[in-house]
């Protein structure tokens, strides 16, 4: 691994043995920490989309950004959300006539409020367990996908999105995501459906890893390298999370469906 990518490594790896135990924490702790990390992820996201698109308006699409993210976490009711994210859509819309990218700012509603939302909603209905579980497998991704390109090289996997993904960073993250959730059905005495939950975590791995390759075909679009600089090492809380917000609703669909995956 070169110089560079090792120093690279090692900030992440540092800033990552900070931030995941306390994600960790707050997740097991209870409904208010897991909440309230929701919360501040979603002001986070919100001020980081509309300050990423460029466009005459940053508080409007932040606020607006963040109150459809809060009816996703908070209410609870699939209506009120529904409903807010059309008002919020509607209202963005004509807001957003004269921006030059208005299709990436009316694509910051859906993108975040259903992403976390649907992490809030796999709480809600199947416990901090199974958002772990769902962290981790994503986390894996990430982990693979850096450790084994970085190693390994080989074939770029989308070199005009992103030219440092390769072929090998897929299937090594698809492969470390797989373990972990069978390290993960281990470690809560689940063996018997482990097979079912490692299907689940190479679909969830892929569909991260396309999230991924949106988010750098976004910033690529609008000629920047992160989403911003607020995690040393990492960029931007989007180029933390872009996996793992795709991904948390398709993740819902395949519990809510778990019947099919133990077939």
Known sequence: MEKSKLVSFLQRLIVTIILVPAVIYCIVKGYTTTYLLALLGAALLSWEWSSMVTNKRPAFYAVTYFFVAVTAIVLGSPVAFLFSMVVALALAFWKSRNEEHRKLLLLGIPYISIGIGSIIEIYTLYGPQMVLWFMFVVWGVDIGGYVFGCSIKGPKLAPKISPNKTWAGLFGGVLLAVAVSYGVCWYFDALSVVKSYMVMSAIIAVIAQTGDLIESAIKRHLNLKDSSNIIPG??????????????????????????????
């Open 234 to 263: 990492h960029g931007g809380i989007f180029d933390r999370v872009d996996g793992l917000i795709f991904a948390a609703p398709f993740a819902l669909l395949m519990l809510a469906n778990l019947v099919f995956f133990l077939e």
